[in-house]
C-alpha cells in the first residue's frame, strides 16, 4: 500500500501567506494534518491567518529580498518547527507590471526579479539542505501559465515565470531518486489582491478581472497544491498547469 504523505505532523512553510493563494493553502495544507509556518513581511497581516490553527500554526516575519534575513531564518524559528517536509514558494508581485516596458524603470522591472526569482532562489536555498540531510522534503513553486506563454505589457512578469520555470524543472532534476521531490503549480488567471497591488486603484482592479470573465479563485490553486504533496513519494507532479475554463 503505498505510504501517505504528508506524514502525520509535517511542517509547511508558506511564503506570501497574509493573503491570496498563500492564506488558502495554508488553509489547505492544515486541512491535509500539516503544522504550518504563515511566513511573511507583516507578523500584523499573518496574525488572522495563523490564528485559527491553533498550535498548528506559526506567525514567522521574513523578507525575501533580504539575504541576511533569510540566511538565519532556520535558526529564528522554533526547534519544533525547522525540520520543514513542505516548503510553498508563493510569494510574489508585478507592482507597475501591465505595461509596455519602456514605460516601466529599471527599478520597478528589477524589483519583480528581485522576489519572483532571487527572493524564491534565496529561500529554497536556506530550506534545501536540511531536506538533503533528512531525505525528505517537497519544494512547490508557484508559476504561472505566464512562463511559458508570455503576453504584451507582461514582459518582466513573463520573464520572472519563464525564470521560475527553468529553476523548478533543473531543480527537479538535481534531486531525482532522492526523497526530495519539486513541483511547479502554474495557474492561469486567479482572482485576488494581485492587480490591486500592481495598480493601488480598487476600481481598475475590480473591472480588470470582470473584464477578463471566469476567474480561478485561491482555493482552486491551494487544492492543487494540496493534491501535489499528498501523492505518494515515489510519485512527483513535476508541473501542474490549472485555468479558468474562460481561458486558453
Known amino acids: 500500500m503505498p505510504k501517505k504523505m504528508p506524514?502525520?505532523?509535517?511542517?509547511a512553510l508558506v511564503t506570501g501567506a497574509s493573503s491570496g493563494i498563500g492564506a488558502k493553502t495554508v488553509k489547505a495544507l492544515a486541512e491535509i494534518g500539516c503544522r504550518v509556518i504563515c511566513a511573511g513581511r507583516s507578523a500584523k497581516r499573518l496574525s488572522p491567518i495563523a490564528k485559527p490553527l491553533g498550535n498548528k500554526g506559526l506567525v514567522f516575519e521574513?523578507?525575501?529580498?533580504?539575504?541576511?534575513?533569510?540566511?538565519?531564518?532556520i535558526e529564528r524559528l522554533p526547534k519544533p518547527w525547522r525540520d520543514i517536509d513542505i516548503l510553498v514558494n508563493n510569494a510574489g508581485h508585478d507592482t507597475g507590471g501591465r505595461r509596455r516596458f519602456?514605460?516601466?524603470?529599471?527599478?520597478?522591472?528589477?524589483?519583480?526579479?528581485?522576489t519572483n526569482v532571487i527572493g524564491l532562489i534565496r529561500i529554497t536555498r536556506a530550506v534545501i539542505p536540511g531536506m538533503i540531510a533528512r531525505d525528505r522534503g517537497h519544494v512547490v513553486?508557484?508559476?504561472?501559465?505566464?512562463?511559458?506563454?508570455?503576453?504584451?505589457?507582461?514582459?518582466?512578469?513573463?520573464?520572472?515565470?519563464?525564470?521560475v520555470h527553468g529553476f523548478s524543472e533543473s531543480l527537479r532534476l538535481d534531486y531525482r531518486n532522492t526523497g526530495v521531490r519539486v513541483t511547479e503549480i502554474l495557474p492561469g488567471m486567479v482572482r485576488t489582491g494581485f492587480a490591486m497591488s500592481r495598480w493601488g486603484d480598487?476600481?481598475?482592479?475590480?473591472?480588470f478581472y470582470e473584464d477578463f470573465g471566469t476567474c480561478l479563485n485561491p482555493e482552486d490553486v491551494a487544492a492543487t497544491i494540496a493534491f501535489a504533496v499528498q501523492q505518494?513519494?515515489?510519485?512527483?507532479?513535476?508541473?501542474?498547469?490549472?485555468?479558468?475554463?474562460s481561458q486558453t
Open 7 to 11: 506524514r502525520p505532523g509535517a511542517v
Open 141 to 163: 513553486n508557484i508559476g504561472s501559465i505566464s512562463g511559458y506563454k508570455p503576453y504584451a505589457t507582461g514582459t518582466i512578469y513573463a520573464a520572472s515565470k519563464f525564470a
Open 202 to 207: 480598487g476600481k481598475r482592479a475590480k473591472k
Open 102 to 114: 519602456d514605460e516601466g524603470t529599471a527599478e520597478q522591472w528589477a524589483s519583480i526579479i528581485e
Open 232 to 245: 505518494p513519494p515515489h510519485v512527483v507532479i513535476s508541473q501542474l498547469v490549472v485555468v479558468p475554463n
Open 62 to 73: 521574513v523578507d525575501i529580498n533580504d539575504e541576511a534575513n533569510v540566511a538565519g531564518m
